[in-house]
Antibody, heavy 117, light 106 residues
């Protein structure tokens, strides 16, 4: 396990944008964003491959969110645009182990995004 | 792929044996993980590949299943086990989680 640290959350107006960052040591892993709305369950949001070539999104954010990474800075980002009230959540970054099977072995503490006018 | 956990809520006592079930809407082989989450904290990996215990996780936790039906069992509940539990499928995108099971003290 490694320590992941998210930042960039805060209060954003509907229709606005925000970029989340995750300090993630080690560039050889797929990285993911998972969110949790207040009082709700976990929702996978997006994944990016180790080299940054492949990106995957949940239907609920496709076309509005963009995941990226900077391997030199050991960082992963989530650019969130056209934000809606239903995007209000704690956003976690999570490292994905890939062997024969895969799993999320390390998680950050999360950063809260509130979308409200 | 949809995951359905049952029960959604579970009330139990210290020392009890409890089982949580996770059913997938289609076969996912053993691409399933289990997480524990306590209020205000990040999820913590318990089990991966359906039945492999993550390093450092107490042996009272165990997972089983393959295909579409999976179980997480806690053999003897400890006070620190009262939390929410989620299954996750990683067979293909979009990854999905079960809706969660909240385990409460009776």
């Amino acid at each position: 396990e490694v320590q992941l640290v998210e930042s960039g959350g805060g209060l954003v107006k509907p229709g606005g944008s925000v970029r989340l960052s995750c300090a993630a040591p080690g560039s050889t892993y797929y990285m993911n964003w998972v969110r949790q709305a207040p009082g709700k369950g976990l929702e996978w949001v997006s994944s990016i491959s180790s080299g940054g070539t492949y990106m995957y999104y949940a239907d609920s954010v496709k076309g509005r969110f963009t995941i990226s990474r900077d391997t030199a800075r050991n960082s992963v980002y989530l650019q969130m645009s056209s934000l809606r009230a239903e995007d209000t959540a704690v956003y976690y970054c999570a490292r994905e182990q890939q062997r024969v099977y895969n799993w999320f072995d390390s998680w950050g503490e999360g950063t809260l995004v509130i979308v409200s006018s | 792929i949809q995951l359905t956990q049952s029960p959604s809520f579970l009330s139990a006592s210290v020392g009890d044996r409890v089982t949580i079930t996770c059913r997938a809407s289609q076969g996912i082989s053993s691409y399933l993980a289990w997480y524990q989450q306590k209020p205000g904290k990040a999820p913590k990996l318990l089990i991966y590949a359906a039945s492999t215990l993550q390093s450092g996780v107490p042996s009272r936790f165990s997972g089983s299943g393959s295909g579409t039906e999976f179980t997480l069992t806690i053999s003897s509940l400890q006070p620190e086990d009262f939390a929410s539990y989620y299954c996750q499928q990683l067979s293909g995108y979009p990854y999905t989680f079960g809706q969660g099971t909240k385990l409460e003290i009776k």
